[in-house]
């Protein structure tokens, strides 16, 4: 029971410790403009043929979790755009220090999560085996543990994990932004995951720089991300 206790106090003390940040823009030319969409910061970038908005996907950003951005971009032009994720450059710049990020694509959020569904059946395997030795009377902690319900919460953790997983997989297959072609006139968005930063102090701003080029425009966003009051 202490041992139980003392884990709940310490989960408590690291939820405590959590710290939220609010994420902000400033423009970085004329031809950007800050806004608020949905409650949310965001900022419009007007380049020759094409005009980028930006905003968090959270009005709050936890201190050392992946930046998440969704992103919309039009094609003002006559002619076809790319994008392609290649392009796309990040880095996170704190007391004067800059180092890239990585933006994270779609195969490697899939094949994240696909490595996660093979822990979560490794582990559930591992706990259906453990109810089958209790079932056979060979470990001396028989009569500790019911061999049913060590199999039961095996299974249970294997179909929970392969269910996350898909569904993950399939949110992912919605929200996440992919190379496209943006044909003229055709507005394309979803959601830019970015590396989490690393030893960030808690009392510090990040600022990061993100770049998306699109033909012959360049958009150049400059992001704070600031400790919550």
Same mark, same amino acid.
């Given at each position: 029971?202490?041992?139980?206790?003392?884990?709940?106090?310490?989960?408590?003390?690291?939820?405590?410790?959590?710290?939220?940040?609010?994420?902000?823009?400033?423009?970085?030319? %004329? =031809?950007?403009? /800050?806004? #608020? *969409?949905?409650?949310?910061? $965001?900022?419009?970038?007007? +380049?020759?043929? &094409?005009?980028?908005?930006?905003?968090?996907?959270?009005?709050?950003?936890?201190?050392?979790?992946?930046?998440?951005?969704?992103?919309?971009?039009?094609?003002?032009?006559?002619?076809?755009?790319?994008?392609?994720?290649?392009?796309?450059?990040?880095?996170?710049?704190?007391?004067?220090?800059?180092?890239?990020?990585?933006?994270?694509?779609?195969?490697?959020?899939?094949?994240?999560?696909?490595?996660?569904?093979?822990?979560?059946?490794?582990?559930?395997?591992?706990?259906?085996?453990?109810?089958?030795?209790? %079932? =056979?009377?060979? /470990?001396? #902690? *028989?009569?500790?543990?019911? $061999?049913?319900?060590?199999? +039961?919460?095996? &299974?249970?953790?294997?179909?929970?994990?392969?269910?996350?997983?898909?569904?993950?997989?399939?949110?992912?297959?919605?929200?996440?932004?992919?190379?496209?072609?943006?044909?003229?006139?055709?507005?394309?968005?979803?959601?830019?995951?970015?590396?989490?930063?690393?030893?960030?102090?808690?009392?510090?701003?990040?600022?990061?720089?993100?770049?998306?080029?699109?033909?012959?425009?360049?958009?150049?966003?400059?992001?704070?991300?600031?400790?919550?009051?």
């Amino acid at each position: 029971m202490r041992r139980v206790m003392s884990a709940v106090l310490a989960a408590a003390m690291l939820a405590g410790c959590v710290t939220t940040d609010r994420v902000s823009f400033r423009p970085t030319t %004329a =031809s950007q403009m /800050p806004i #608020y *969409r949905d409650g949310r910061s $965001a900022i419009v970038s007007t +380049g020759s043929l &094409t005009r980028v908005v930006i905003s968090p996907k959270l009005r709050e950003q936890t201190r050392g979790q992946r930046p998440i951005f969704v992103v919309a971009i039009q094609n003002g032009g006559s002619a076809p755009v790319n994008f392609t994720l290649a392009t796309v450059n990040a880095e996170l710049n704190v007391g004067g220090a800059p180092r890239p990020l990585q933006v994270i694509s779609y195969e490697q959020l899939v094949q994240e999560e696909r490595t996660a569904q093979v822990a979560g059946l490794i582990l559930g395997a591992v706990m259906v085996g453990a109810g089958a030795a209790v %079932a =056979s009377g060979r /470990p001396t #902690y *028989r009569n500790a543990v019911p $061999a049913g319900s060590l199999a +039961g919460a095996g &299974t249970a953790t294997m179909i929970a994990s392969a269910d996350r997983g898909e569904e993950a997989i399939a949110r992912f297959e919605e929200t996440v932004m992919k190379d496209h072609t943006v044909l003229p006139g055709e507005w394309f968005g979803g959601q830019m995951h970015l590396e989490a930063p690393r030893d960030v102090p808690r009392e510090q701003v990040a600022n990061y720089r993100l770049v998306i080029r699109l033909g012959p425009d360049t958009h150049t966003f400059d992001i704070a991300q600031t400790p919550a009051p």
